[in-house]
């Protein structure tokens, strides 16, 4: 078993692009989880980077904020309260176009690991 609460990541994970990740369950967070939870902050002006997985499928439930979404060739807007599920091979972006952070969990099964992500050119 495991508790953790986000405010006890005391160096979470700050891409390039601008997000702010929280690894709360997962391999990458050390406990082996065959499945991973992250909180994740976008700052607005900042977005994650094109990129897909090639085994993971992924979910994100946006908790505060708004995310622009961009799925392969779809584009539509995440609120509060809406969840987006996102398969493997599936290039994806989300990106914060307003005043406040967005903020968001991201949920992979298998566990993330980092081997797992690939960037493509926007």
């Not at 990129?51 to 622009?68: C, M, N, P, R």
């Amino acid at each position: 078993m495991k508790v953790i609460h986000r405010d006890e990541i005391k160096t979470p994970l700050e891409t390039a692009s601008g997000e702010i990740i929280f690894e709360l369950i997962g391999k990458a967070a050390g406990d082996g989880s065959n499945h991973s939870l992250a909180w994740i902050v976008i700052p607005p002006g900042k977005s994650s980077a094109p990129h897909y997985h090639k085994v993971s499928q992924e979910t994100y439930y946006i908790l505060a904020g708004e995310g622009q979404m961009q799925v392969d060739e779809a584009s539509f807007v995440l609120k509060p309260g809406q969840a987006c599920f996102i398969e493997p091979q599936e290039v994806h972006q989300i990106s914060n176009r307003k005043n406040e952070d967005l903020i968001f969990l991201a949920i992979c099964v298998p566990s993330w690991v980092p081997e797992d992500s690939f960037e493509v050119a926007p």
